[in-house]
């Protein structure tokens, strides 16, 4: 999830995580959903076709279609991601959409607070970073457990920005 890397260039980030959306199945089991689901509507459309209600065998591929869109769907938002890192001069978070498109937003580090929205019975709900009237939520995609370890991770790293640096 995160990679605090300490670095001694000023303008280069110590501090870099890059959060993306958790995917449950893996391409192998794609193909054996896909492959479970085609041969369950096969021999059901096979039996509909025997017993001469062969129009219901169109709806069988219907939904092996509509699976497998759903599916391609899920697949292609596996590109949307969040980068956050922070150097000494800029706390940048950047984003890319389900169309590859990029937002970024640059804060300052020294300026920058971390807030975070708690509830008693799952932890850290929300995560977000304020600049000079900007504010910016963060680590939407993770878990509250893996949120409260990103939101210590991130706090620390905005402390390291704003301590002197050696010259």
């Not at 599916?71 to 169309?99: G, P």
């Not at 020294?110 to 000079?132: N, P």
Request: glycine share 8%.
């Amino acid at each position: 999830m995160t990679d605090a890397n300490p670095k001694s260039d000023t303008g280069e980030p110590f501090f870099e995580a890059v959060i993306t959306p958790h995917r449950s199945l893996s391409p192998r089991g794609f193909v054996l959903v896909m492959a479970l689901v085609g041969g369950i509507s096969f021999v059901c459309g096979t039996v509909f076709w025997a017993i001469g209600a062969w129009p219901v065998v169109g709806f069988f591929g219907l939904d092996v279609a509509i699976v497998w869109y759903a599916f391609r769907a899920n697949y292609r938002a596996a590109n949307v991601r969040e980068i956050v890192s922070v150097s000494h001069q800029t706390l940048r978070i950047e984003r890319t959409d389900l169309k590859g498109r990029r937002r970024r937003l640059d804060m300052n580090p020294y300026w920058a607070r971390l807030a975070t929205e708690r509830d008693e019975e799952f932890g850290v709900m929300s995560l977000t970073v304020s600049c000079k009237g900007t504010s910016e939520r963060v680590g939407d995609w993770l878990s509250p457990p893996e949120r409260e370890e990103f939101g210590a991770a991130l706090s620390q790293a905005l402390h390291d920005a704003r301590a002197p640096q050696p010259a």
